[in-house]
């Protein structure tokens, strides 16, 4: 009986995340092989019924689609450079953190060496792989795509964005930003009121009902930036400026560090200089586009 190619898959690096690519992997009947550059990872996926390969020639060697979980863009290349001739005709997926360019640079590399490929950006935390909430975010190759879509789908939504292998880690990025300033936003408000006594548990009980109603309003923000119509009555820049002022103003006196909210500040305030004070405060997004607004 013929095997199935797509039923062996081969796993590098066994970081939490890794880890959890590959037990999905076993759990789903996969013949997996994993590899780590430092051993001892390994156990729990072995106890398992995975393979573990002592040398990253077997690892490759196991099985025709390879999945890259590696720390870095530099890495990827350290592990893979040599044994770029064994690699030629095999599928590689690359799930490890890249910018646009490097996945770009990664996938010219690869088709150079007849390497198919397909670049990818989690979503999701360790924990989440495999369940509902998790999604990983590809581009690149789309025949690799669909080949691999059901094994992909075991670790959650595969979402295409398209040929080029930038996108998923454009997107990828994107969002985590987004996720990023949300939290420091929260840090900074509980750092405010922590002077009061105020726990970050007692905040946060009162901040995530606030931020989650006031997130449904994220597409109609979206409207005005993509029309680049910021005209309002209500809520303008001028109105806004006085609220930015107090809060930072706030935050000195209660002594902490202002210099988060001061850059979001500072941009209102050019704003309202440059005689944009009647505009929303969606405007600033302009400044994010291009740095000299």
Known sequence: MAVDDTARVTVLGLGL???????TLVKAGHTTTVWNRTPGRADALTAQGATEATTLADAIAAGPLVVAVLLDHASVHDAL????????GRTLINL??????????????????????????????PDMIGGPESSILYSGTESVHERHRPLLELWGEAAYFGEDPGLASLWD???LSSMYIMYAGFYHGAAMV??????????????LPWMTTIGASLPIQAQEM?????????????????????????????GINPGMFEHLKNLI???????????SFVRIFESFKNASH
């Open 226 to 254: 993509d029309s680049g119509d910021y005209t309002t009555d209500v809520q303008h820049l001028n109105f806004t400026k006085a609220a930015a002022d107090a809060i930072h103003r706030t935050a000195v006196e209660q």
């Open 194 to 207: 922590s002077g009061a006594g105020v726990t970050a548990g007692e905040f946060a009980a009162r901040a």
């Open 17 to 23: 995340m890794g880890q959890a690519l590959a037990g």
């Open 173 to 175: 990025f994107a969002l």
């Open 96 to 125: 490890t953190s890249t910018s646009p360019n490097q996945a770009r640079e990664l996938a010219r590399w690869a088709a150079a060496n007849d390497i198919a490929y397909l670049d990818g950006g989690i979503m999701a935390s």
């Open 269 to 279: 305030d050019r704003h309202v200089a440059n005689g944009h004070g009647a505009d």
């Open 81 to 88: 450079d040599p044994h770029v001739e064994a690699l030629s």
